[in-house]
């Protein structure tokens, strides 16, 4: 199986921070790289496909990018709705993996 | 708009089989552009992917849960199940239905699955 990890496991940002959490795959997975955000109770929902796409209807503050084996989710300008849990998973080979997560909490 | 909803029981007792159906409205489960997942997650843990089932019928499992999982599909109720047999504890999860969307670019190159649309979960506890 493809692992993935994450860093940080958790942080802590005011609004208006710039954010980077960063996924590395144990192989190389291209750019088959997807990131979710999960909000309490809530079902994950899909922020960016191919490493770098947005999702229809999700902010433009959001970005992603990377290759191979290393990627990285940017939130530009962190606004109050985006403290959430963000996962990323590679489609690259069966199973499917996800990172464990990344807890974006208020400084 | 797309929605998906799982049902089933809340409780199974172990060594028993969790059984679950997920409805799709506002899609054709018959498209060729899309197929369907299951996922799970273990309360305050991370996501687990179980496995998929395309519109033929045709499946794939992750291998650590291979020898208990069933997925099938019913195009013609626009439904897929799950099923889990022998549970214990450990499969006490939130179990999410979502589909699977191919994606590509503008100039129709093939980018990439994700899950772009899930259910709200439904909580399964394994206890007896």
């Known amino acids: 199986d493809i692992q993935m990890t994450q860093s940080p496991s958790s942080l802590s940002a005011s609004v208006g921070d710039r954010v980077t959490i960063t996924c590395r795959a144990s192989?190389?997975?291209?750019?088959?790289l997807n990131w979710y955000q999960q909000k309490l109770g809530t079902a994950p929902k899909l922020l960016i496909y191919?490493?770098?796409n947005l999702q229809s209807g999700v902010p433009s503050r959001f970005s992603g990018g990377g290759s191979g084996t290393d990627f990285t989710l940017t939130i530009s300008s962190l606004q109050p709705e985006d403290f959430a849990t963000y996962y990323c998973?590679?489609?690259?080979?069966?199973?499917?993996?996800f990172g464990q997560g990344t807890k974006v909490e208020i400084k | 708009q797309v929605q998906l909803q799982e049902s089933g029981p809340g409780l199974v007792k172990p060594s028993q089989t969790l059984s679950l159906i997920c409805s799709v409205s506002?899609?054709?489960?018959?498209?060729?552009?899309?197929?369907w997942s299951w996922i799970r997650q273990p309360a305050g843990k991370g996501l687990e992917w179980i496995g998929r089932?395309?519109?033929?019928?045709?499946?794939n499992y992750n291998p650590s849960l291979k020898s208990r999982v069933t997925i099938s599909v019913d195009t013609s109720k626009n439904q897929f199940s799950l099923k889990l047999r022998s549970v214990t504890a450990a499969d006490t999860a939130v179990y999410y239905c979502?589909?699977?969307?191919?994606?590509?670019?503008?100039?129709?190159?093939?980018?990439?699955?994700?899950?772009?649309?899930w259910g709200q979960g439904t909580i399964v506890t394994v206890s007896s």
């Open positions: 998973q590679q489609s690259s080979s069966s199973p499917w993996t």
């Open positions: 192989q190389p997975i291209i750019r088959y």
């Open positions: 089932i395309y519109n033929t019928g045709s499946t």
């Open positions: 979502a589909r699977v969307r191919h994606f590509y670019d503008s100039g129709g190159d093939y980018q990439d699955d994700a899950f772009d649309i």
């Open positions: 506002g899609d054709s489960m018959s498209r060729a552009s899309s197929y």
């Open positions: 191919a490493a770098s």
